[in-house]
Nanobody
Framework: QVQLVESGGGLVPAGGSLRLSCAAS????????MGWFRQAPGKEREFVAT????????IYADSVKGRFTISRDNVERTVYLQMNSLKPEDTAVYSC????????????????WGQGSQVTVSS
């Protein structure tokens, strides 16, 4: 069992930056691929980024490539999402997730989810 808790969301003007953190409980954090997803009001959950178990491989959604960076610290059992050059269309609830399938964009491949953190980008 893995429990995930996100932090770092908030309100930021367009062009600004935020860093989301996702802290995991349990000693098996390194056994899981980690992903970030987001959901805006009235829209489906959207893949943002994923990172492999040891952090050597990463995939990003086209909409965030070059602006967002996913990273992880397996000692601290934490995954991060650094978000730069934020746009109003990045406004959403961001959730981290842990899964046993590396490099997956599909929410169904993730077994554990955090409660989500609101990110609001003002224009």
């Amino acid at each position: 069992q893995v429990q995930l808790v996100e932090s770092g969301g908030g309100l930021v003007p367009a062009g600004g930056s935020l860093r989301l953190s996702c802290a995991a409980s349990g000693r098996t954090f390194g056994n899981y691929a980690m992903g970030w997803f987001r959901q805006a009001p009235g829209k489906e959950r959207e893949f943002v980024a994923t990172i492999s178990r040891r952090g050597g491989s990463k995939i990003y959604a086209d909409s965030v490539k070059g602006r967002f960076t996913i990273s992880r610290d397996n000692v601290e059992r934490t995954v991060y999402l650094q978000m730069n050059s934020l746009k109003p269309e990045d406004t959403a609830v961001y959730s981290c997730a842990a899964g046993s399938v590396d490099m997956s964009r599909r929410p169904t491949d993730y077994d554990y989810w955090g409660q989500g953190s609101q990110v609001t980008v003002s224009s």
